[in-house]
């Protein structure tokens, strides 16, 4: 399992940006799909984007597409989440995640199919 650890939350103003980073330690990175996921107080998490192995295909909720941009680089064992023109209701917690890129479950992103999860890092907009 990779062990992963997320940065770049924070603080920001509704219409603001933020870059978040997941750093990955171990042999498999370039060979994981890799995820995000966001939890909303006293919501259930829920996914927010993915991308393949190489980075070649990109998925996004609805709710963050045109805003949010997922991107990896491989030679740095880290995913990025770009986002963009945020809202109050971006306002998460948000979790790295990775599974194997022979995952069974093709283009779903359902919580039980990622086995290694980084421990978060909190975005909050102020509306």
């Known amino acids: 399992q990779l062990q992963l650890v997320e940065s770049g939350g924070g603080l920001v103003e509704a219409g603001g940006s933020l870059r978040l980073s997941c750093a990955a330690s171990?042999?498999?990175?370039?060979?994981?799909?890799m995820a995000w996921f966001r939890q909303a107080p006293g919501k259930e998490r829920e996914f927010v984007t993915a991308i393949s192995w190489s980075g070649g295909r990109t998925y996004y909720a609805d709710s963050v597409k045109g805003r949010f941009t997922i991107s990896r680089d491989n030679a740095k064992n880290t995913v990025y989440l770009q986002m963009n023109s945020l809202k109050p209701e971006d306002t998460a917690v948000y979790y790295c995640?990775?599974?194997?890129?022979?995952?069974?479950?093709?283009?779903?992103?359902?919580?039980?199919?990622?086995?290694?999860w980084g421990q978060g890092t909190q975005v909050t907009v102020s509306s």
């Open positions: 171990g042999r498999t990175f370039s060979s994981s799909n």
């Open positions: 995640a990775a599974r194997p890129k022979t995952s069974p479950y093709g283009n779903t992103w359902p919580e039980r199919s990622f086995g290694s």
